[in-house]
């Protein structure tokens, strides 16, 4: 892994790196998915979602089509894709495509970025982050208690 939340996934047509624990990107995916309300005075306020709230619209199935084309837009660019690389993904394999069949992979994408991927260690380059099996196994400290996201 190239560092804290990239995940190698599957996309149309080959595997990818997404990303979108990466300040730029989850700024820009908080704003995106963010939600409108009236305030007191009535003016019309945006409200930033959060990154677990996106994540929990995705596996909730109450995700609206910002979260799941963002998270993949964002994730891909977070992961070294380049800008018109992901737009040409985005066009091939996302635009006009039903959400709900790539709303788990937006979930998986937001599931790293929340809770991490095995082997990546805050602070600390990939390289020294990364832990064999066999080097795993000895630790009497479960993995993790969360589920994996469908």
Known sequence: ????????????????????????????????????????????IHIPSGPLEIFTRLRGGSWR?????????????GGGTTVPETLKLMKEFVEDQPLGSLAPLAARILYACVYGVHGDELGKPAAEGA????????????????????
């Open 65 to 77: 089509e910002a979260d799941v084309v963002n998270a993949i837009r964002l994730g891909l660019i």
């Open 1 to 44: 892994m190239s560092g804290h939340g990239t995940i190698r996934l599957p996309f149309g047509n080959a595997e990818y790196d997404f990303n979108v624990a990466k300040h730029k990107q989850l700024f820009e995916l908080q704003d995106k998915c963010g939600v409108s309300a009236t305030g007191m005075d009535g003016e019309i």
């Open 131 to 150: 832990k064999s099996e066999a080097e795993d196994s000895t630790s009497s400290v479960p993995r993790s208690t969360e589920p994996a996201p469908e």
